[in-house]
């Protein structure tokens, strides 16, 4: 290519002049003018010590590669592992996430090779979408999701949010130990099963380990009553979670009813005669509010029931029916995974509320 150096004039220049000032270098009054002056010379001189390049204030195709790195912002192009390999500082950004959320890149070099595709199919993994190694738009949503449920506890530095501050400052989640009760368990127990067939336990498996994943994302201990695939009886559920002395009981069901126009959402806690558990009624009311308002199906309430895993459990405990499986039109929405995260996120959230983490 062209070189650049102090004496050049024109749109050549413009351009370097450009990219130097969205990258926060400053022209002082003459701006970004087109011409190579000593302001010019001084600020490339200034990039090229910062990026560890040769100190020439000369623009030839070492320094124009590193310019153009340093300009990718996360989400202008897609991310994937490639030959040669993607490089940039938009590469780099996603690896510092990866590595505060404790998906290890290696080394933060802006290079995205093997490493770096591994870690983010782990993170794809723990957010609940298919690990294909592909930073597009889901996956950014992903970080945005986990943006904006976290807020406050969770500072990491999104392209949308400038101040970096270190993961420490999510301790609260560290000591947190859940119980996640998939409801039923098939075999032998489907549970309610949906007009093409979905079924109840599946279901429940699934967006229990959406849950699941996110908290533990943020360092909180997770505890699933049962294995995929297995029956647990109730009380021995409830035991686990008496056991281990979790502070939250969270069991993830779906409504069924043989009349298929039923639909909507409803939250349980316990409630028997004039005995009720008013955590466990709070927090029934902080996750219905926030599926009510996520998922935008009607209001079934949240009523108090004399169920054994909530009666028989002794921190905060809570059922979550969030549509009825038997309804056609909501059996499809099971169906969509973003829908299903879409629940699994709305339960983090009112458990965050419960706790009094404001986001
Ligand atoms: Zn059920």
Redesign the pocket.
């Known amino acids: 290519m062209k070189l650049f150096r102090k004496g050049s004039k024109g749109k050549g220049v413009k351009d370097i002049q450009a990219k130097l000032a969205l990258l926060g270098y400053n022209f002082g009054p003459t701006g970004v003018d087109g011409a190579f002056g000593d302001c010019t010379d001084m600020v490339v001189k200034q990039f090229q010590q910062d990026r560890g390049l040769i100190v020439d204030g000369i623009v030839g195709e070492d320094t124009w590669r590193e310019l153009v790195e340093a300009t990718y912002r996360l989400g202008e192009r897609l991310l994937y592992l490639k030959i040669p390999y993607l490089r940039g500082d938009d590469v780099k950004q996603l690896q510092k996430w990866l590595n505060r959320l404790g998906f290890s890149t290696g080394a933060v070099d802006g290079i995205y090779g093997f490493s770096t595709e591994k870690a983010l199919m782990e993170f794809q993994k723990n957010v609940g979408i298919s690990p294909d190694g592909i930073l597009g738009s889901s996956t950014l949503d992903a970080f945005h999701n986990l943006r904006k449920i976290l807020h406050a506890d969770f500072k990491v530095a999104f392209p949308w949010e400038e101040k970096i501050e270190p993961v420490s400052s999510i301790s609260v989640f560290k000591d947190l130990v859940v119980v996640v009760d998939f409801?039923?368990g098939y075999p032998p127990d489907p549970?309610?099963i949906g007009p093409s067939g979905l079924k109840?336990?599946e279901i429940?498996e699934d967006l229990g380990l959406r849950f699941g994943n996110l908290l533990e994302l943020l360092g909180a201990k997770v505890v699933y009553t049962r294995q995929q695939g297995h029956y647990l009886n109730l009380s021995k559920r409830a035991a686990l979670a008496n056991k281990i002395e979790a502070n939250i009981f969270l069991?993830f069901?779906?409504?069924?009813s043989s009349n298929s126009k039923a639909e909507g959402t409803s939250t349980y806690y316990f409630a028997a005669g004039d005995q009720f558990s008013k955590e466990g009624k709070n927090l029934a009311y902080a996750i219905h509010e926030e599926l009510l308002s996520s998922l935008e199906r009607s209001d079934d309430r949240v009523h108090g029931r004399n169920f054994a895993v909530l009666r028989e459990t002794k921190m905060p405990a809570a059922?979550m029916?969030p549509v009825f499986i038997t309804n056609i039109e909501e059996e499809k929405l099971l169906k969509d995974e973003n829908f299903r995260q879409k629940i699994a996120i709305a339960v983090f959230d009112g458990v965050k509320k419960f706790l009094g983490i404001r986001s």
């Open positions: 409801g039923h549970g309610a109840e336990s429940c069991s069901h779906l409504n069924g059922l029916e």
